[in-house]
């Protein structure tokens, strides 16, 4: 699928997939039986929450790799009054974390979270108290309208009868296999006969099944309180965790204001800290705003250029401001306001490539996955979440099926800083569940699963959308960069000729195959139609949902 948008194309591509467009509902993630399920509870009368919190639970069987009950992510809700809110159901460090608990590597950006011995990616003490279960209870319980147990079916009959492994899930245990294969559980289920599980085999996760039976029967209290949590504080004591019982219990979710700006008449609404995407997509879109983007052209030299450039900009000053907000003073307003970005726009050359600095005082994982849905309502949800690395820490808990995040890679390994580890505090992410309105009307609502470079890649889909008039499948599916200072990732449809300029002005060009994970997103138009889009770096499907109910008061003759 090619089509011309409104700017000039200097990087061109062809579309891979195609939209999905409907009236009733829309359901995009990034496994198909996923979003089967989220639709299945759109035509059992539930809503987008419904819907989202079940297709969650069924990542958690279809996309182990990526998300589980023991992760943590974040929700970002509209209500069909026009409320925004965003759940925060991200990790904490255990109450028995301490700053020095790691041994780093390095200082050097590239080696930043590294630690000796691997401690913070694999095994026990990289295992944060988990917040995703708490999350999706709580928001089904205050926003949906289904009972719990309802909306975990289509995951528990997944997770009892199986389904049929991808190439995506094959390239993804290919990718950790050595740390899986340390894992008795993990390793019969993804590396049979040591190998890793081949695309077409039907995968079977009964313990886990009966799992998703006991959450469904006894709510988040399985967990934390209940015979999930005591076999996950049991794991930890006999394996140099520090997660225990009171962890669990102190855990609590928070609801949060969104953060908001304005671009070009468009109104961009993100999660807030710990989040780094609401706060530094506003950032960047206020310090574009000076620039004509449209007329530069998607893809060209100065384009990518100036997209770079603010891409620094914004890393220098997340490095030191964008934390837990319970333990960092994050100068949200300063960060976000149209005047700083004027100050930082007026230290961009459009002829060479720079270093920035913060300009204020004061490298995680990219194995996420991403619901985005939608009813006839008006309730719309993107929601973010993630186990961290592949398999997390590659650790499953005995007799759960239950595989345990490693979200303590998160933390920055060395002490005095803003992203250090203290007890309690929440992991930072660069987490974009966002939506952005016109005229008091939605417009689009999108997010993506990828470490670092999520935020990066959810700014340049709102730059596709509202500076060159992309379609919805074309903002999605467009080649991406991606640099916070260093090298300048392209992805492969980034022509020589742009690459060789931006070396001549001093970036040092990597090409890349893949620049963060699978988008997926919804358009809202006018008459009601809601069109779906995901794309080429996942497996992701949209599915719609048109149609409705029959006429009120038919009479029917019966011969």
């Given at each position: 699928m090619t089509s011309s948008i409104g700017s000039r194309r200097i990087a061109d591509f062809t579309c891979e997939k195609q939209p999905a467009s409907g009236s009733r509902g829309m359901v995009v993630t990034n496994h198909p039986l996923a979003s089967s399920a989220g639709a299945e509870?759109?035509?059992?009368d539930g809503n987008a929450i419904d819907a989202a919190i079940a297709a969650l639970f069924a990542l958690t069987v279809v996309e182990p790799m990526m998300v589980g009950i023991l992760g943590g992510g974040l929700s970002h809700i509209r209500l069909a009054d026009g409320r925004h809110i965003v759940l925060d159901g991200l990790s904490t460090a255990p109450l028995r974390a301490t700053p020095e608990m790691y041994d780093p590597v390095s200082d050097e950006i590239a080696l930043a979270r590294e630690t000796r011995g691997r401690r913070n990616a694999a095994g026990a003490l990289a295992v944060a108290v988990p917040g995703a279960l708490k999350g999706w209870c709580e928001a089904l319980a205050r926003y949906g309208r289904l009972p719990l147990a309802e909306v975990m079916a289509p995951a528990?009959?997944?997770?009892?009868?199986?389904?049929?492994?991808?190439?995506?899930?094959?390239?993804?245990?290919?990718?950790?296999?050595?740390?899986?294969?340390?894992?008795?559980?993990?390793?019969?289920?993804?590396?049979?006969?040591?190998?890793?599980?081949?695309?077409?085999?039907?995968?079977?996760?009964?313990?886990?099944?009966?799992?998703?039976?006991?959450?469904?029967?006894?709510?988040?209290?399985?967990l934390y309180g209940g015979p999930l949590g005591a076999a996950l504080a049991a794991y930890m004591a006999d394996n140099g965790g520090l997660i225990d019982a009171a962890d669990l219990a102190a855990y609590e979710v928070i609801e949060r204001a969104p953060i908001r700006g304005l671009y070009r008449g468009h109104e961009i609404i993100g999660p807030p800290p710990p989040s780094s995407g609401g706060v530094h997509i506003v950032q960047m879109l206020n310090i574009l705003e000076g620039f004509d983007?449209?007329?530069?052209?998607?893809?060209?030299?100065?384009?990518?250029?100036?997209?770079?450039?603010?891409?620094?900009?914004?890393?220098?000053?997340?490095?030191?401001?964008?934390?837990d907000p319970a333990f960092v003073d994050v100068p949200v307003e300063r960060l976000t306001s149209k005047a700083y970005a004027a100050e930082r726009r007026a230290q961009i050359d459009m002829g060479r490539a720079q270093s920035f600095a913060p300009g204020l005082s004061a490298t995680e994982?990219?194995?996420?996955?991403?619901?985005?849905?939608?009813?006839?309502?008006?309730?719309?949800?993107?929601?973010?979440?993630?186990i961290n690395g592949l398999f997390g820490a590659c650790v499953q808990i005995p007799g759960t099926g239950i595989t345990a995040n490693n979200y303590m890679y998160n933390f920055d390994p060395r002490p005095g800083r803003a992203l250090s580890i203290q007890p309690g505090k929440r992991v930072f992410t660069s987490m974009a569940p966002?939506?952005?309105?016109?005229?008091?009307?939605?417009?689009?609502?999108?997010?993506?699963?990828?470490?670092?470079?999520?935020?990066?890649?959810?700014?340049?889909?709102?730059?596709n959308l509202i500076d060159h008039g992309m379609s919805l499948q074309e903002a999605v599916e467009a080649p991406r960069l991606w640099t916070q200072g260093g090298v300048?990732?392209?992805?492969?449809?980034?022509?020589?000729?742009?690459?060789?300029?931006?070396?001549?002005?001093?970036?040092?060009?990597?090409?890349?195959?893949?620049?963060?994970?699978?988008?997926?997103?919804?358009?809202?138009?006018?008459?009601?139609?809601m069109t779906g889009a995901a794309c080429w770096r996942a497996d992701g499907t949209p599915i719609a949902i048109s149609g409705g109910r029959a006429r009120a008061g038919l009479r029917f003759a019966i011969a």
């Open positions: 509870m759109l035509m059992r528990i009959r997944l997770a009892e009868h199986g389904f049929i492994a991808s190439p995506y899930l094959n390239d993804c245990v290919r990718l950790v296999a050595a740390d899986l294969a340390r894992d008795r559980q993990l390793a019969a289920m993804f590396l049979p006969s040591g190998e890793p599980i081949k695309a077409g085999t039907r995968v079977l996760q009964t313990d886990y099944a009966a799992s998703l039976r006991l959450i469904a029967e006894h709510g988040p209290g399985a983007v449209g007329a530069l052209g998607f893809g060209s030299a100065d384009g990518a250029h100036l997209l770079a450039e603010a891409l620094k900009i914004a890393f220098a000053d997340r490095a030191v401001a964008t934390a994982s990219a194995n996420t996955t991403h619901v985005t849905v939608a009813d006839a309502e008006g309730n719309v949800v993107a929601s973010t979440q993630t966002m939506m952005a309105t016109r005229d008091g009307r939605l417009r689009y609502a999108l997010g993506l699963p990828g470490g670092l470079r999520i935020f990066p890649s959810a700014f340049q889909a709102l730059v300048l990732e392209l992805e492969p449809a980034f022509p020589d000729s742009v690459a060789n300029e931006l070396a001549a002005r001093g970036h040092m060009i990597k090409r890349e195959p893949v620049v963060a994970g699978g988008m997926n997103a919804i358009a809202f138009g006018d008459d009601g139609t």
